[in-house]
């Protein structure tokens, strides 16, 4: 599995961005998918994370300092992930990541990511 995130930038506090993570080679709507990020001299961590589509639906994970302002989708006809962030703070300057869970589930725990893109930058100013 080959994953393209795009969509970072620059952009003031209190601005948007939406994040999207194109995934190719093989379909990825049986995996749990996720975002991370990782700033300067920072850990990487878990932002966000959406599980597969089950005849429950799928259920969505968000760390404390983005909840109610991030919003992660899924289009698995697409086979891309997204990530809207609204309201973004200077806080939130990070590279993110997109990556592909090895289960159904998700976990915070890095090993238990499969796959991974590259990596874009978002900035932002205060």
């Known amino acids: 599995v080959q994953l393209q995130a795009s969509g970072g930038g620059l952009v003031q506090a209190g601005g948007s961005l939406r994040l999207s993570c194109a995934a190719s080679?093989?379909?990825?709507?049986?995996?749990?998918l996720g975002w991370f990020r990782q700033a300067p001299g920072k850990e990487r961590e878990l932002v966000s994370a959406?599980?597969?589509?089950?005849?429950?639906?799928?259920?969505?994970y968000y760390a404390a300092s983005v909840e109610g302002r991030f919003t992660i989708s899924r289009d698995n006809a697409k086979n891309t992930l997204y990530l809207q962030m609204n309201s973004l703070k200077p806080e939130d300057t990070a590279v993110y990541s997109c990556?592909?869970?090895?289960?159904?589930?998700?976990?915070?725990?890095?090993?238990?990511?499969?796959?991974w893109g590259q990596g874009t930058q978002v900035t932002v100013s205060s």
């Open positions: 959406i599980t597969a589509m089950s005849w429950r639906g799928s259920s969505s």
């Open positions: 990556a592909v869970s090895r289960y159904s589930a998700v976990t915070s725990r890095l090993e238990d990511w499969q796959y």
């Open positions: 080679g093989r379909t990825i709507s049986n995996n749990g």
